[in-house]
């Protein structure tokens, strides 16, 4: 095990926010329908609060800056207290003590609070000057507490291994092993004291890059336009778009000219968004090698405690995958009566079956009762969450992209943020980021805190199996052939975009880290042929491009994470090991599932998965994945063939 310069332990200031995000693939916001559909049916949804809430309530948390700063100020005040463990750490009793001081007392309650409270602000403006400010007054918290207990490791690791373990071995943390497994693991090699300290200074331009994102990809970046045929010139965000290429009256050639329109819009700042994934990459090399890794890759695996053969596996069980998908992708163009499928084409349905807008209230009734399967307690959790105002629906000018789910004080339930339009997978999405949400109540109702917050690696497990079980539900309870072949449609979508594009994706993460890694920089047109290269080899000449694709990397928030989208493309595979024996009526599958749900992070993520009956180090798992995906493809090919 080597040092972790920013490790991310249960509680504290220095706790990385978990946020957990929707996985999709950005080449359209939302599924489109074909133009050789006639019956569309189109049910207008109102954004007004119905029986669920769709706002959050953040003066709940805090009524104001105010009261925010009060906290603060204790909060800094309580930071005085490391100085008195200075010296002492020689026996349990001190040792539980200082833990107990760092992660489990009144001085986390009032981080995580304040923390909480400004991350959620942000992400509704991340504009904001207030919250902008108070994110800056946690990073001079984080600076603080990081001087003040650099201290520690030094001198813990002053005694020998022998005292380590004899410590760590006493009642007092029983329970905690695996959590604390690095003070008796002999490889271990702690910063001094005074490395702390100029890490800690060096620390304060980590993220950046990514907040700059946010910036300039949800408010500043200008969307594109467009002059209609009657003459009136729009804009072309996500909303605008989607509404233009769901208009009947729009032939392929205009919707063509729409979608080049759209996909100019990261073109003219690639230069820009090339320096800001460079200064990203750069950032996370650095840390890595300042903690004695040889690679961005391992540092990222290991810090989920994981092995780089996860990621080689699922690289080659996708290219192994991908005629599969290519001939899904060529029937579907058949489907649809296109000779030049464009990437707009992939989300359209061969069916006359087609929902334009679900009202909130009604989505999330039926993915309540798509997930009945798992049982009564589980629903309590789902609708606790549901009706805990604590999940933000609907699209502004100034809130963030996408989707999230993330828990940063455990004295709260999680919050979520949606984007929802109406569209089925809007549906989908409350399934998935729920889905996070309730694993993240039980691994706060049944683990102590130092196990309470799983990994994204697991994390994705859980969405990504409410999706399949979500789709699953819509495909055995269709009324007629047309509603199943919709359905059909998105659940092949669904897992398509969630392992075929991210794990292309993630080739293209991999390219850009072993650019930086090698001392070259990253151009914006490399980035572009790199980008191309992979469309290519992932869709082959099922998909027809336009020169404007190239840029579509500029728009993928995930890539300013170190290593982050892998894990995707990986959970969606055991989900749909977890979701075939649940179906399957396996005796004691749910319960098992809910089993792992409730173990946290307190084991490794490979000894996790096995709960739930998962080997993420077989190639079985995979191959019984897109074995899944086959089958929907069979299915999908029987009903298409001859409509």
């Not at 807008?357 to 307690?377: R, W």
């Not at 992209?401 to 999405?429: C, H, M, R």
């Not at 650019?515 to 469309?535: I, N, Q, T, Y």
């Not at 595979?573 to 173990?599: Q, W």
Request: charged residues 25%; proline residues 4%.
């Amino acid at each position: 095990m080597n040092r972790k310069l920013f490790e991310c332990v249960s509680l504290g200031l220095s706790t990385v926010m978990m946020l957990v995000g929707c996985g999709r693939d950005a080449q359209l916001p939302v599924p489109q329908p074909s133009e050789n559909n006639e019956n569309t049916i189109v049910i207008p949804y109102s954004t007004e609060e119905g029986k669920y809430p769709v706002t959050w309530d953040l003066d709940s948390v805090y009524s104001g800056v105010d009261e925010w700063q009060a906290d603060y100020d204790k909060a800094m005040e309580l930071l005085e207290k490391y100085d008195s463990f200075r010296g002492t750490l020689d026996n349990a009793k001190a040792l539980r003590e200082y833990f107990d001081f760092k992660y489990s007392t009144e001085l986390t309650r009032l981080q995580s609070k304040l923390l909480m409270y400004a991350n959620l602000g942000n992400s509704l403006d991340p504009t904001d000057p207030v919250f902008k400010n108070l994110l800056a007054k946690m990073d001079a918290m984080t600076r603080d507490e990081n001087e003040r207990s650099a201290f520690f490791e030094p001198e813990l690791f002053e005694l020998s291994l022998e005292k380590r373990e004899e410590i760590f071995s006493d009642p007092l943390f029983e329970g905690d092993e695996y959590w604390l497994r690095k003070f008796t693991d002999p490889d271990y090699e702690p910063f001094t004291e005074h490395e702390d300290l100029i890490l800690s200074t060096l620390s304060m331009g980590m993220g950046y890059s990514s907040d700059i994102f946010d910036i300039l990809d949800s408010v500043e970046l200008p969307y594109s336009t467009f002059k209609l045929p009657n003459g009136a010139t729009v804009e072309l965000n996500d909303e605008e778009f989607s509404m233009l290429m769901n208009n009947p009256n729009y032939n392929d050639e205009m919707k063509l000219k729409i979608y080049r329109a759209y996909e100019e819009r990261y073109q003219s700042f690639a230069n820009t968004f090339a320096a800001l994934l460079e200064e990203c990459c750069s950032q996370y090399y650095a840390s890595s090698l300042l903690d004695g890794y040889d690679t961005s890759l391992e540092a990222a695996l290991d810090d989920y405690d994981l092995d780089e053969d996860v990621f080689d596996m699922l690289i080659e069980a996708a290219h192994s995958g991908i005629p599969e998908y290519q001939r899904y992708l060529k029937l579907h163009a058949d489907a649809i009566g296109v000779t030049d499928q464009y990437i707009y084409h992939i989300g359209a349905t061969a069916s006359d079956y087609y929902i334009q807008a679900i009202n909130y209230d009604d989505g999330v009734d039926d993915v309540i009762d798509a997930l009945g399967i798992l049982g009564d307690d589980y629903i309590d959790h789902f609708s606790k969450m549901i009706r805990s105002g604590h999940i933000d629906v609907y699209p502004t000018d100034t809130k963030n992209t996408g989707a999230f789910e993330n828990q940063i004080s455990k004295d709260y339930l999680p919050w979520v943020l949606f984007n929802y339009n109406g569209q089925p997978n809007d549906v989908s999405t409350i399934a998935h980021e729920v889905g996070h949400a309730v694993y993240d109540m039980y691994s706060t109702e049944y683990q102590p805190k130092c196990y309470n917050n799983p990994t994204v690696f697991t994390q994705e497990v859980a969405s990504t199996t409410n999706e399949l079980l979500y789709y699953n539900y819509k495909l055995e309870n269709a009324n007629d052939t047309d509603e199943k072949l919709f359905y059909l449609e998105q659940a092949i979508q669904m897992f398509a975009t969630t392992f075929f594009t991210q794990a292309f994706y993630s080739e293209f993460e991999d390219y850009m880290y072993k650019v930086v890694e090698s001392g070259e920089s990253l151009d914006a047109e490399d980035l572009s042929d790199k980008w191309m290269e992979l469309m290519e080899t992932y869709r082959g000449d099922a998909v027809t491009f336009i020169p404007e694709n190239r840029y579509r990397w500029a728009s993928i928030p995930h890539f300013y994470y170190n290593y982050y989208v892998y894990q995707y493309a990986a959970d969606i595979a055991y989900a749909a090991s977890i979701v075939e024996k649940i179906k399957s009526g396996e005796v004691g599958a749910a319960e098992k599932y809910i089993e792992f749900l409730k173990l946290g992070c307190s084991m490794p993520p490979v000894d996790l998965l096995s709960k739930a009956g998962v080997d993420p180090l077989s190639k079985d798992t995979y191959a019984k994945a897109l074995e899944y995906f086959k089958s929907l493809v069979d299915e999908y090919e029987a009903l298409t063939t001859d409509r």
